[in-house]
């Protein structure tokens, strides 16, 4: 399924089992511009991850191609030169693609295998994890342009690395290099020569556990941020809960007894 929608886009790649089983990749591929976020790549990205389903994928790791240069450049400068703010109003309307990928129902991965600025940047803070190349620049250049970040910048960032890295990096526009945004929070991991095994790893680790207890853990993780401590424990008990009502559980617990892998139904 998803292959088959991002064969019909020219901005997004899709293939399901190069970094493992139930395991997508996606690729931004707009090389020419170093992958920056028009508006033909943001809809067919929102596409392609629109339909990402537990069945067939497991985990995604998103990613930009590599004759870019770039994981992505940040957005289309030309397009944002032309708007108004009556069209800017219209291009901001939720859900956009930075909503899309965190909602996506299985972790995404962002595997920033080079520059990841402005929405580049904004792109990898909606995802679950970030592992970066340690030859990648990272940051929130749009205040040197007159503008700030639109992509939900001030708002996740702030959560990754706290309040005063996140006016540091959005009020200078400063970039960093990988290693300095692994300090601060802002990626999970940096690797060299291992970068591709690391990936790998992780997604396949993701991918070969059960689909509903991958998606209701991924939700209670998120609501971390956005619900009160009580709050959080109550919804996570609840999360907890419903998963005693799939097969996936009976399964998993079933295969642990019997010493052997289990064969997860995604029900």
Known sequence: MIEDVAADCETVDAEV??????????????????NALNAQLREELADVIDVVEGDEVRAVVLTGAAEAGAFAAGADVTELRERDALEQREASK??????????????????????ALGGGCELIQACDVRIAHEDAKIGQPEITLGIMPGGGGTQRLPRLVGEGQAMRLILSGELIDAAEAREIGLVDEVHGDDFDDAVDDLAASMASNSPVALEFAKQSVKAASQMGLEDGIDYEAELFAQLFATADKNEGIDAFLEDREPEWRGE
């Open 17 to 34: 089992g190069e970094h493992g089983d139930h395991v997508a990749t996606v690729t931004l591929n707009r090389p020419d511009a170093r």
């Open 94 to 115: 939720r859900p956009r693609v930075y909503e899309h990928v965190a909602d996506c129902p299985m972790p995404v991965i962002a595997r920033i295998n080079g520059h």
